[in-house]
C-alpha cells in the first residue's frame, strides 16, 4: 500500500463536503476518483497532497515514496522555454553532466594521487549517472512532449507566450518526467486533442508507479483504471474495475436500495396504517396495541431515499417540425486563415435522423466548419445548402449564443417571449435553476453553468437540426449522461464536434474526421472508427507536387469501409431476423402441443366417446396438428444451429 486516507473530514462553514472518506491506493495501482460537479474530488486531492487541511482523519503515504500532483491549471517557470521547463525537473542528472565535464577537465592536468582520486570520483559519478537515465532522458524528454502534442519547432518557444491549456500541457510532462510513486492528475485530459489523450493513456498504462486521476473523461477512465472511488454526498465507496464496471455496479446497487427504501416505506405505511385503526376501535387492549406497534416503528433505522442520478436535470429535445429528407448538401468547401489551410474541397452530405460527429487534433478546423454552417463565418469557396423546412439550434463551446449582461430569466424570456413566468421558471429549474438562481447574470456563472443554459435554450428551440461544438465541456458525468440520452432519442439530426470519445461511442452513427486538410467519413461510432483508421489512412498518401492538392482523396478505403459496415450491419439484421424466425417457431409449436393437450382431452370424455364422427375430426385435427409439429421441429433445429 503506497497511500492511505482513513476518515477524512472536511466541511465549509455549515456544508460538509467530505465526511469519513476512507479508501487506500496499493503500489503501481490505477485508481480514479468520481462523483458530480461539487462532491469534493478536487478537495479531496488538495488534501491528499497538503495544500489543504482536513477537519479530521489522516492521510498517510508510505515511507521514502514521492507524490507528484497535477492540478487543473498545473504551475510553471514562465521564464523558460517549454524544453528547458521540462528539463528543470532532471536537475540532478543536468548536475552530475556539470560534475562529470568539471572531472573531465581537472583529469588533463591532474598526476598521481590526485589523478586516482580523480578517476575513482569520475567512476561514481558516471555510475550515478548511467543508473539515473542519464543516457536516455533527453530523448525521453522529446517523447513527451511530442506525445503531448507539441512539435520540435515550439521546444525553444517561451512557457510565458503560451495560452493556459498549453501551460497545463508543459506542467504535465514536467511531472510525467519526475516519475514520482505516485501521481495525482486533476483532469489531465482538459486540454489534449485525441492523439495526445490516447498517447498519455499507454504512458500511464505502462507508468512504475501509482497513478490517481480525477476525470470526466468516462473512455479514459475505462482504459486506465482498475478501482473507482466515488465520493457522494460526502461518502467515498470503492468499486474494483474500470468506470464501465462501476457504472453498472452502481445502477445494481441504488436499484437494491431504492427497493429496499420503497419496501420499508411501504412498511411503515402499513403500520400507520393498523395503528390509526387500532387506535379508532378505542378499547383498552386495541389502544396498547397500537402503543405497542408505535414503540417498534419507533426504533426502525428509517433508510435514506436514494439519491435520483436523472431527476436533477431533466433535457427532452422534440423537433417542432419533421424536416425534408436532405438536411445539409456541403459542395467543395474551403477556409484557410492566411498561410494556414485548414480543409479544401469538402464535400459531404447529411439525410434526415443522422447523428454525424466530427473528430480531429486541435487546430484543423473543427470549429470553424461549424461556424461557416451556421454562417457566423464565410469559406473561400464552395457552397453549402440547408434542405427544406430545416430549423437549425446551435449550440457553441464559448456560449455566444448567451448575453453576458442579462440574467438568466432575462435569456430565456427576452428569446421566447411567449413563455409565462412559470415555464420560464420551471425550464430552469429543470436545469438546476431554482429561486434567486433565475437572477443570476450569464456573466458571474461558471463554463458548466453557463453549458446548462444554452442547453435550456436548444431544449425550447424546438430544433430539428442540432450542430453542437464541445457540448460535454464543463458538464460532469450525469449531466453527459442525461445528453447522450436525450441526443439518443431526438428524432432530428444532429452535427457536432467533440473530443469526448465515450459520448461519440454512445451518440454517432457516423464519424467525420478532419485528417490532411480533407475529411474522411467512417460509417459508425467511435470504436468502428479507432477498427478502420489505420486501413483508411494508409490509403491517404502525398500527391505529386505539381497537383497543387496536399493529399490524394480516400475514396476507395472509405468504400471498402462502408461495404464492411454494410455487411456488418447486414449481418446484424440476418441474426435478428433468426431470432425472430426461431422465436415464431416456438410460439407455433407451443400453441400446437397446448391444442393436442386439448384434443386428448375432448377424446377422453366418456361424452365424446359415444360420438363417432366427431372422435374422428378430433383424431383428424391432431394427425394434421403432429404432421405440422415435425415440420416445425425441423425448422427449429435449422434455426437453432
Known amino acids: 500500500m503506497i497511500l492511505s486516507c482513513q476518515n477524512i473530514c472536511k466541511a465549509f462553514q455549515e456544508k460538509k463536503v467530505l465526511e469519513h472518506v476512507s479508501f487506500h491506493i496499493e503500489d503501481y495501482e490505477k485508481a480514479a476518483i468520481v462523483g458530480i460537479n461539487g462532491a469534493g474530488k478536487t478537495t ?35 521564464s523558460n522555454t517549454i524544453y528547458n521547463e521540462l528539463l528543470s525537473a532532471k536537475r540532478e542528472l543536468t548536475d552530475l553532466e556539470d560534475k562529470i565535464r568539471e572531472c573531465e577537465l581537472s583529469m588533463q592536468s591532474a598526476k598521481g594521487a ?46 510565458s507566450t503560451l495560452s493556459g491549456g498549453q501551460k497545463t500541457r508543459v506542467a504535465l510532462g514536467k511531472l510525467l518526467i519526475q516519475k514520482p510513486d505516485i501521481i495525482i492528475l486533476d483532469e489531465p485530459t482538459n486540454h489534449l486533442d485525441m492523439n495526445s489523450i490516447a498517447w498519455l493513456e499507454t504512458y500511464l498504462i505502462n507508468y512504475k508507479g501509482a497513478v490517481v486521476i480525477v476525470s470526466h473523461d468516462r473512455y479514459f477512465l475505462d482504459r486506465i483504471a482498475v478501482k473507482i472511488v466515488e465520493i457522494d454526498q460526502a461518502r467515498a465507496t470503492s468499486f474494483s474495475g474500470n468506470y464501465s464496471d462501476y457504472a453498472m455496479k452502481k445502477e445494481q446497487l441504488r436499484a437494491a436500495a431504492m427497493n429496499a427504501y420503497l419496501n420499508q416505506q411501504r412498511e411503515i405505511r402499513h403500520q400507520e396504517e393498523v395503528i390509526e385503526k387500532l387506535k379508532s376501535f378505542n378499547r383498552e387492549k386495541s389502544i396498547k396495541r397500537a402503543e405497542s406497534r408505535e414503540k417498534m416503528l419507533d426504533k426502525i433505522e428509517v433508510l ?57 487534433d486541435n487546430g484543423t478546423g473543427k470549429t470553424t ?33 448567451l448575453h453576458g449582461e ?97 459520448f461519440i461511442n454512445k451518440t454517432a452513427h457516423r464519424i467525420l474526421d478532419l485528417a490532411a486538410c480533407t475529411f474522411v467519413n467512417y460509417v459508425g461510432n467511435y470504436d468502428y472508427y479507432l477498427e478502420k483508421r489505420d486501413t483508411v489512412m494508409a490509403s491517404v498518401t502525398p500527391a505529386s507536387p505539381s497537383s497543387g492538392d496536399v493529399f490524394s482523396s480516400p475514396r476507395q478505403a472509405e468504400s471498402e469501409v ?21 422465436r415464431k417457431c416456438e410460439e407455433k409449436i407451443a400453441a400446437l402441443e397446448a391444442r393436442n393437450a386439448e384434443l386428448d382431452s375432448e377424446m377422453s370424455d366418456p361424452v365424446t366417446a359415444t360420438q363417432s364422427v366427431k372422435l374422428q375430426e378430433l383424431a383428424a385435427e391432431q394427425e394434421r396438428n403432429n404432421a405440422q409439429l415435425e415440420k416445425l421441429y425441423e425448422e427449429w433445429e435449422v434455426l437453432m444451429y
Do not use: C
Not at 456541403?330 to 460527429?357: C, I, M, N, T, Y
Open 44 to 78: 479531496l486531492l488538495r488534501i491528499i497532497t497538503g495544500e489543504m487541511q482536513a477537519d479530521d482523519g489522516t492521510v498517510t503515504l508510505s515511507k521514502d515514496k514521492t507524490l507528484g500532483y497535477l492540478a487543473q491549471n498545473g504551475a510553471v517557470d514562465t
Open 114 to 159: 590526485e589523478l586516482e582520486a580523480l578517476m575513482s570520483r569520475y567512476t561514481g559519478l558516471t555510475h550515478a549517472y548511467e543508473t539515473g537515465g542519464g543516457y536516455t532522458y533527453k530523448s525521453e524528454l522529446v517523447g513527451v512532449l511530442k506525445g503531448l502534442g507539441f512539435t520540435e519547432e515550439e521546444f525553444p518557444k517561451s512557457v
Open 562 to 582: 462502408k461495404q464492411d459496415w454494410k455487411a456488418q450491419k447486414e449481418e446484424q439484421a440476418r441474426l435478428r431476423k433468426k431470432e425472430n424466425d426461431l
Open 406 to 502: 442579462k440574467t438568466l430569466f432575462e435569456e430565456i424570456s427576452d428569446d421566447y417571449p411567449t413563455l409565462t413566468n412559470t415555464e420560464i421558471r420551471n425550464t430552469l429549474a429543470a436545469f438546476l435553476y431554482t429561486g434567486d438562481d433565475v437572477f443570476k447574470r450569464i456573466n458571474d456563472l461558471s463554463g458548466g453553468e453557463r453549458g446548462r443554459v444554452s442547453l435550456a435554450k436548444l431544449m425550447l428551440s424546438n430544433a430539428n437540426f442540432l450542430i453542437l461544438d464541445e457540448p460535454t465541456n464543463h458538464l460532469d458525468i450525469l449531466s453527459k449522461e442525461i445528453l447522450e440520452d436525450a441526443l439518443n432519442s431526438y428524432e432530428g439530426t444532429v452535427l457536432y464536434v467533440s473530443h469526448d470519445r465515450y
Open 369 to 401: 466548419l461549424l461556424k461557416i454552417l451556421n454562417q457566423l463565418i464565410p469559406a473561400d469557396s464552395g457552397e453549402f445548402r440547408l434542405g427544406a423546412k430545416v430549423e437549425i439550434g446551435y449550440y457553441d463551446q464559448e456560449h455566444h449564443v
Open 304 to 360: 435514506e431515499k436514494p439519491t435520483e442520478v436523472r431527476a436533477d436535470m431533466r433535457l427532452k429535445l422534440t423537433p417542432r417540425i419533421t424536416s425534408g429528407n436532405d438536411v445539409l448538401a456541403v459542395e467543395g468547401l474551403s477556409k484557410s486563415f492566411g498561410p494556414q489551410l485548414l480543409f479544401r474541397d469538402v464535400s459531404f452530405e447529411l439525410k434526415r435522423g443522422e447523428h454525424v460527429a466530427v473528430i480531429g
